[in-house]
């Protein structure tokens, strides 16, 4: 089992950062992989960014060259540097983690960016 905690979401004008952070607790060793996905309303839940145990990360366009993704092994700890928000950043922002044949979710953080 793994459980994730998200947290660092708030209110920010368009233009503004936020970090967001996910720790990771239980059987971390057996993790493969994190990442953050997003759902505004009435929307489906998309892909944030992705970062494996090697480092590798991926991002859809939306955010790509705005939003960075790093990792702390020693915390179990996943980060979500996001800059330059829009308002079509608001959502609420979901930490994953993988483990073979089986994704875990953390409960969610809202971002509301404002303009």
């Known amino acids: 089992q793994v459980q994730l905690v998200e947290s660092g979401g708030g209110l920010v004008q368009a233009g503004g950062s936020l970090r967001l952070s996910c720790a990771a607790s239980g059987t971390t060793f057996s993790i493969f992989a994190m990442g953050w996905y997003r759902q505004a309303p009435g929307k489906q839940r998309e892909l944030v960014a992705t970062?494996?145990?090697?480092?590798?990360?991926n991002y859809p366009d939306s955010v790509k060259g705005r939003f960075t993704i790093s990792s702390d092994d020693a915390k179990n700890t996943v980060y979500l540097q996001m800059n330059s928000l829009k308002p079509e950043d608001t959502a609420v922002y979901y930490c994953n983690a993988d483990i073979p044949r089986r994704r875990y979710w953390g409960q969610g953080t809202q971002v509301t960016v404002s303009s």
């Open positions: 970062i494996t145990r090697s480092g590798i990360t």
